[in-house]
């Protein structure tokens, strides 16, 4: 499908289950975004399930937003339950403008929900010359080491920093050894997932979509993976004023209340402490990419390249939206 024909069908469909032209806007923008960068799990694939919250009364369309400046530096969003996108859309712009005014930009948000992909609001910052952390939480899917049950999200953790060239330098992972939404997608079009990203809920390996849903991801690196889960954990839910501590509810399968997920924005100009930081950066990139390659490698790539070289090329055909998930997007735009 067209780029701008799906645009407008999204837009179409948000407006139609309550939300303003401008936050319908938002949301589509992150979502045409996501199929873009081929991050698929977090396209359209998605949209069936923030509107079934919207109709379940979990997001609100309608949202009250209060932004409360606490300096010149630090915002303070709470996002009255609406659409991930809006009050993520929110805080980018704030971090943004703070380190612009200041130097640093810090913004905490509360009662979101499922934002996308962070590396879509880092790279805003490294394009305005910033350094940004981005960081969400998100339902259990991943088992605290040394435990059998699930706490963690997949929680992303996302750097950005400018580089020398037009492509920002954005490291955008989650700690699992697959981002969940994967999982969600080869559940919808019956594929199986790869073994060694998840156990069945006996603990076994598995391969089937089902049985990881309802069994537990692995983190990436043990300990460490679940370490960073943990981190971001308290960094976008306990000191944000968002849920923690395996309260954020499955988007998909809970729907008795809103996720109150939390995010946190954290960025800075990348001249604070030196003058020539593009010529720095430039040469850092150039000692990594200079390197004695592996057989069968000809490029080292830095985090971030690959994903505007898919985008351009994407940018360039029609999204591929498997029929499955367009018959329920024409579905939603009919009702
Ligand atoms: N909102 C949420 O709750 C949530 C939860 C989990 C993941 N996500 C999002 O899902 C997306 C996908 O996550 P993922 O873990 O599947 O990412 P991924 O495994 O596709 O990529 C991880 C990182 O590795 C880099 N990379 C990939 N191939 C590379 C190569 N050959 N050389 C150098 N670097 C390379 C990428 O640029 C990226 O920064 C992310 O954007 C993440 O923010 C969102």
Known sequence: ??????????????????????????CADAIINAELVGAKSHGVARLASYCKRINKKVINPKPKIRIKKTSSSITNIDADNAVGFIGADLGINYAIQNAKKTGLGLVAVKNSGHYGLSGYYAERAAKNGLI???????????????SKKTLFGTNPICFAAPTHTKIPFVLDASISMINRGKIRVAEKLKKKIPLGVALDKNGKPT????????GLQLPIAGF?????AWMIDILSGVITGGNHGGKVKDPFDDFTGPQNIGHLFFTFKSNLFIKNYVERIKENIK?????????????????????????????????????????????????
């Open 287 to 335: 000692n990594v990419k200079k390197l004695p390659k592996l057989k069968g490698i000809k490029n080292i790539y830095y985090p971030g390249e690959k994903k505007v070289m898919r985008f351009k090329y994407n940018s360039k055909k029609e999204i591929n939206i498997p029929t499955k998930i367009l018959d329920e997007i024409y579905l939603l735009d009919k009702s």
């Open 132 to 146: 940004a952390f981005c960081f969400t939480n998100a339902p259990p899917a991943v088992a605290p080491y040394g």
């Open 207 to 214: 391969t089937d979509p089902i049985k990881a849903l309802k």
């Open 1 to 26: 499908m067209k780029k701008n024909i799906l645009k407008n069908l999204i837009i179409n469909i948000f407006k139609k289950h309550g939300l303003i032209k401008k936050h319908a806007i938002i």
């Open 224 to 228: 460490k993976g679940s370490g960073l």
